[in-house]
């Protein structure tokens, strides 16, 4: 197995070389609606597949990238271009780097409570008319919605939780999972049933827009 990094199923023997395509592709598409090239394109969903918040960037589905202007620091890169017609920013820098053992954590941690989330969603919208929580608007449907975590954050709930029982070295990951800890899951069934009944029991779910929820600086702190 040659050493280096693997972005989809092309190999590029340093990150550097990854770093240089992508630098490439931004100045080819730059001033452009979206990145058009087949070969562009699917190279962008490959590398964008390793970034460690790459369930909540990908959103319900991806339907391009488009080159972007940062306008803190004046520099140009890519957004994301989502089937809701969102759009979201991502690093290629923090695509190359190894998630840490908390970040594993927290993953499996957020993907254990997803059916719970889901369940406060169908619940609210069951109910009858759903506003936001954050704008007060009407929400039309429960695909036009997010659900946040609200005072406690997600991450404060999960931080204690993991600070309670070890450390995030005291929790074990699967191995098995391909795909990164977007999708991976706690090796020991009892403590994320344990977990599962902790979340459920200190967290405040609040239904809100797609829009209102993306306008809010996002840092696992949700």
């Known amino acids: 197995m040659p050493r280096g990094i693997w972005v989809g199923d092309t190999h590029f023997r340093t990150k550097e070389a990854v770093r240089d395509r992508c630098r490439a592709i931004r100045d080819r598409y730059l001033g452009q609606a979206q990145v058009a090239g087949e070969d562009d394109d699917q190279f962008l969903r490959d590398l964008l597949t390793l970034h460690p918040d790459y369930e909540f960037k990908k959103g319900h589905g991806i339907t391009g990238f488009t080159v972007i202007r940062n306008d803190e620091h004046g520099t140009y890169g890519f957004a994301v271009m989502r089937v809701d017609g969102t759009a979201i920013d991502f690093s290629w820098n923090t695509c190359l780097k190894a998630p840490t053992q908390r970040q594993k954590v927290l993953g499996c941690l957020r993907r254990a409570v997803k059916d719970q989330v889901i369940a406060h969603r169908d619940a609210a919208f069951m109910a009858g008319p759903v506003t936001c929580a954050i704008s007060g608007m009407p929400i039309a449907s429960k695909h036009d919605s997010h659900v946040d975590h609200y005072k406690p954050t997600f991450v404060q ?54 829009v209102a929820n993306l306008s809010r600086r996002r840092d696992d702190s949700s």
């Open 157 to 210: 709930i999960a931080e204690d939780f993991i600070a309670s029982h070890g450390g995030p070295d005291a929790f074990r990951v699967s191995d098995d999972i391909p795909d990164g800890f977007s999708h991976a899951e706690l090796a020991d069934k009892e403590l994320e049933a344990i977990w599962q009944e902790h979340h459920r029991a200190v967290a405040t779910l609040r239904v809100v827009t797609k």
